[in-house]
C-alpha cells in the first residue's frame, strides 16, 4: 500500500514534505483504531469502482485528522485492479463542531 503521488495539499494536511510522504506505506498513516476498517476498503475495492468512507489519519506531529476519503478503483484492460486513485478531504472542523453540537444538545 505504498503511496505513488501525493499532492502539496496532502503534504499540508498531514504535515510532511512530499518525499517524507512518498516514503511512508499508507497504512502508517491510519489511525490505529481505523486500520481494521481501512483494510475493509482496500479489500472492497476488488468489488466496486467507487466508494467513500471516513478516516483517521494521523500527522507528522501525531495529531489525528479526520478525513473524507473518495476512492476510485483502476484497473487494468482485463478488469483486474491495477491501482487507485483518492480525494481525500479535511473534515476535522466538522467533526469537531459536530461533537460540540452534541454535547450541547446533551445539556
Known sequence: MNLRE???ALCTMLG????ELL???LIDLVDEADRSMFLEQVA???VTNHHHYELVLIT???NKLHTSVYATTIRNDRGDVQDSFALI????ERKQAEANLRLSEEH
Not at 89 to 92: Q, V
Open 6 to 8: 501525493v499532492n502539496q
Open 60 to 62: 507528522s506531529q501525531g
Open 23 to 25: 516514503a511512508k506505506s
Open 89 to 92: 478531504t479535511d473534515i476535522t
Open 44 to 46: 472492497h475495492a476488488s
Open 16 to 19: 510532511y514534505i512530499q518525499t
